[in-house]
């Protein structure tokens, strides 16, 4: 009788601490669009990140941080200039608190969210007409968003406002990132 007790404890709370923490992979794309000062247009281009995440649910609320690899791709153009293209990958962690707005019980649920990313571009490559413009490799930004859980599975549409001005010399270049992602929970 001890034992069936034990085991049953055990059952309800493994269960329990399923419901409590979420961890698992993902993939994202995004798109990344500029806002410049010293550049008369910008032209926004896509890249892919992978990542893993940990989710902590508390009722209605959870908190979630990622940490991954990400790629981003943008380019500026100056009048009688020329064209520089960006291509940037490096280091991504995210740390998310979020509002289960519609909770949908086992089935999933609809979700608000807000946090900070930082990214680290370890891979900075440029091909330009311009002049050398040296990126920061440190990229702070504020983020918002919705997501959608459904069985085992995530999906979030985030805006990432860059708050660091990337470009080190006199310029201003800001990032602003439309992300798509999708993940799986293993727990």
């Known amino acids: 009788m001890k034992k069936f007790l034990l085991v049953s404890f055990l059952c309800i709370c493994t269960n329990g601490f399923a419901q409590l923490i979420q961890i698992g992979p993902q993939i994202s794309t995004n798109i990344t669009s500029v806002n410049t000062n010293n550049f008369s247009s910008d032209h926004t281009n896509s890249g892919i990140g992978f990542a893993a995440f940990a989710r902590v649910n508390l009722l209605l609320f959870y908190a979630q941080g990622e940490f991954g690899y990400a790629k981003s791709n943008f380019s500026v153009y100056q009048n009688g200039v020329g064209e520089t293209e960006f291509k940037l990958a490096g280091t991504d962690a995210t740390l998310i ?4 707005l519609i909770p949908l019980g086992k089935v999933g649920n609809v979700r608000l969210l807000v946090g900070y990313n930082w990214k680290n571009y370890s891979d900075i490559k440029t091909s330009n007409n311009l002049n050398y413009i040296a990126l920061e490799k440190n990229n ?4 918002g968003g919705v997501g ?9 549409i985030r805006y990432l406002a860059g708050l660091i001005d990337i470009d080190s010399s006199s310029g201003e270049i800001k990032t ?7 993940g799986f929970k293993f727990l």
């Open 97 to 100: 608190a979020g509002y289960k």
């Open 140 to 143: 702070h930004s504020v983020l």
């Open 148 to 156: 959608v859980d459904v069985w085992k599975f995530t999906f979030d």
């Open 176 to 182: 602003g990132i439309t992300n798509f992602s999708l």
